[in-house]
C-alpha cells in the first residue's frame, strides 16, 4: 500500500504579499475602487497594510489621533470605519486619500444634419 503524503497548508494573509512600497500603493488604490460597493473594504485594507509593515498599532493610533480599541475596530473585517477615521489612519502611514473622476460612457447620439 503507497505511504499517504500529508500536505501542510497555512493560512492566507494579505499581509505576507505586501512586500514593496509598489504592492502596497496599488493595493490600496484597488481597495479604494472597490469602497463604492463595500466602504468597510477600505478599513480592511489598512489593516493589512500595518501587519505587512509589522507596526505597532498603539503608535499607529497615537499617530492618528485615535484610540487603539478604535483602531483596532476600523480595520478589522467586518469594520465599518467612518471617513475621517480612514483619511486619519491613511495619513498615520503616509498615503492621502484622493479621488478620480470616472470614466463616463457616452451614449452614441445621431444629430440632426447642420444647417446650411
Not at 502596497?24 to 481597495?31: C, S, T
Amino acid at each position: 500500500m503507497a505511504k499517504r503524503i500529508r500536505e501542510k497548508f497555512t493560512a492566507y494573509d494579505t499581509a505576507d504579499f505586501l512586500k514593496s512600497d509598489e504592492d502596497v500603493k496599488a493595493y490600496l488604490e484597488e481597495a479604494l475602487a472597490f469602497a463604492n460597493t463595500d466602504p468597510a473594504i477600505v478599513g480592511v485594507a489598512l489593516g493589512n497594510v500595518i501587519r505587512a509593515r509589522e507596526l505597532n498599532m498603539t503608535k499607529v493610533a497615537q499617530t492618528a489621533g485615535i484610540t487603539r480599541a478604535g483602531l483596532y475596530k476600523a480595520v478589522k473585517e467586518g469594520g465599518n470605519p467612518g471617513f475621517v477615521t480612514v483619511a486619519k489612519i491613511s495619513a498615520a502611514l503616509g498615503y492621502e486619500l484622493r479621488f478620480a473622476a470616472k470614466p463616463v460612457a457616452r451614449a452614441s447620439r445621431s444629430r440632426a444634419p447642420a444647417r446650411a
